[in-house]
């Protein structure tokens, strides 16, 4: 019947709620970047303070901040490719 509104597709990664949790997803990734990276970089600075180490707690556990960080953006955009 020409009334009748044409059919929304069926694949499931179009439906409006995953389209949101994906967006969803994709917005912490920086945020938790940003994270992975400051805390122990801050928690080294702190360490380094203490212990009269500067910079190389800083810096040692910023590189591992970075390194966590990057795995865990591979990781969520494994899981969104996965969708």
Do not use: C, H
Request: glycine share 16%; charged share 20%.
């Amino acid at each position: 019947m020409p009334d009748e509104p044409p059919e929304r597709p069926t694949d499931p990664r179009r439906d409006d709620a995953s389209v949101l949790r994906l967006i969803g997803g994709s917005m912490t990734v920086g945020f938790e970047f940003l994270a992975t990276v400051l805390l122990p970089g801050a928690l080294g600075y702190w360490l380094d303070g203490k212990f009269g180490l500067r910079p190389w707690l800083m810096i040692g556990l910023g590189v591992f901040g970075f390194g966590v960080g990057l795995f865990r953006m591979l990781q969520t955009g494994a899981a969104v490719n996965k969708v």
